[in-house]
């Protein structure tokens, strides 16, 4: 019997994937919405010191980072946290990370396509908010029939999309310095050179680390690729390590030179008027051609991080479909042991139904409030590993999750609470499940 034939029998994905790819998985999921566009609905809150809100971001994401590189290691198998709350702490705490983490990435995913639209939109220079809807739409369903092709395809395919993305970015940081350094008082601060802003508050700070956080977490798609990652216990570790050095790196290059070259308050007004920060900050660089090529990177990054959402949120809900938490239809693998067809297609229509909100900022706010409560589990279940599995100090992930439970409530209280509403109705309805099997 052919291994293809085994995998597909077992219902097991085939391991295709190396450091190199899992790599620019995980910055084609980091190095997207983040970047384009949740900067923008971060310094609607943190204002000047958005760079401060940043750096603590990129920490506290490290400490989650560390952590899921440590759970992935140990027990490489789809589903990422999901799994590890099963095997480390408790059924329920399991089912919670799954359901907080189907929430959080769909909500991510539905903004990504938004964005998707909004910088689509400014390039061809199109003004028609009217048209983001239905062109996020249309892009789900092209991503959709991306992933059904496999995690081998969707990694060729998202090699190519960041590879396009980075070097956009890299051109944006130097332009963006080069203007900074020409400028015409010669200053650079953390204000910038246009106007800045003086009612930033220690909450909006908070918030703006809540949101921003959000951005680093596109690292967690590697640990729930486990299943499909080659020599997993070395590269899972590498691969998160490295990803997360070099987003951090970006993000904190891109958002001080945005701030240095337009000013705190035109960079939120570009954020709230097109959706398109950055293609407004390039529009001021010494070369004001640069804002195409910084609207062709959106787009390709926007298409790459919607590749690797559906990606890891289809493996996500396989794992749960294997322990029954879902309908048994979605633990069902395609014949070629490429892709859980079901699951994409469950996945898909959740997207599809926050897209039609069309709000990016409540659809960002609502991914950080859920994706924060399912790293505080991915910590807590890293607390409960044995010395023998552990591989990095336990007092880091003791901070991480004290970070993330703190930094959760600081986004819009109509967010969490509506997220906390919806862990009481996946709780009920997991225990609705258990009894039905009982």
């Not at 015409?184 to 956080?213: N, Q, V, W, Y």
């Not at 570790?237 to 951090?248: D, E, P, R, Y």
Request: net charge positive; aromatic share 10%; proline share 3%.
């Amino acid at each position: 019997m052919t291994a293809l034939h085994t995998n597909a029998i077992s219902g097991t994905l085939r391991r295709e994937v190396g450091v190199f790819g899992a790599t620019m998985m995980g910055l084609g999921a980091i190095i997207g919405t983040g970047i384009f566009v949740s900067v923008g609905y971060a310094i609607r809150e943190a204002g000047d010191w958005i760079v401060v809100a940043i750096g603590v971001a990129a920490v506290v994401a490290t400490l989650n980072g560390l952590s899921s590189a440590q759970l992935a290691a140990a027990h490489p198998v789809s589903g990422g946290t999901y799994e590890y709350g099963y095997r480390w702490l408790h059924p329920s705490l399991g089912f919670t990370a799954g359901w907080m983490f189907l929430c959080a990435k769909s909500a991510s995913a539905a903004t990504a396509a938004l964005g998707f639209a909004s910088y689509g939109l400014r390039l061809f220079q199109v003004e028609a908010d009217s048209f983001k809807v239905p062109i996020g739409l249309v892009l789900l369903v092209v991503v959709m029939g991306i992933v059904l092709l496999g995690v081998r395809w969707s990694s060729i395919f998202n090699a190519s999309v960041v590879t396009v993305t980075l070097t956009a970015l890299a051109i944006f940081i130097v332009i963006g310095l080069m203007t900074v350094w020409f400028a015409p008082d010669g200053k650079a601060t953390l204000a910038g050179i246009g106007e800045a802003r003086s009612d930033s508050h220690f909450m909006g700070i908070l918030e703006a680390c809540a949101l921003m956080f959000v951005a680093y977490t596109g690292y967690g798609r590697i640990a729930t690729l486990g299943e499909e990652i080659r020599n997993p216990r070395k590269n899972i570790s590498i691969a998160i390590i490295f990803t997360l050095g070099v987003s951090m790196v970006l993000y904190l290059s891109v958002a001080w030179v945005s701030v240095n070259v337009v000013g705190a308050i035109a960079f939120e007004g570009g954020a709230v008027e097109s959706g398109a920060p950055l293609e407004m900050v390039a529009k001021r660089f010494l070369i004001p051609q640069v804002s195409y090529l910084v609207g062709v990177g959106a787009v390709m990054s926007m298409l790459g991080v919607l590749i690797n959402l559906v990606l890891g949120l289809s493996r996500v809900v396989l794992a749960m479909g294997r322990r029954r938490d879902l309908p048994e239809v979605f633990s069902r693998v395609d014949i070629s042991g490429r892709a859980p067809t079901g699951a994409v297609l469950l996945v898909g229509g959740c997207i599809a139904l926050l897209i039609v909100i069309g709000n990016g900022k409540t659809t960002w706010s609502f991914s950080a409030f859920t994706v924060l409560i399912y790293y505080s589990i991915t910590n807590l279940a890293a607390i409960r590993m044995s010395d023998s599995e552990r591989r990095y100090p336990s007092l880091l992930a003791w901070l991480g999750l004290f970070s993330c439970l703190f930094l959760a409530f600081w986004v819009e209280p109509s967010v969490w609470l509506v997220g906390v509403g919806l862990i009481g109705v996946g709780l009920l309805w997991w225990r609705i499940r258990k009894l039905q099997s009982c």
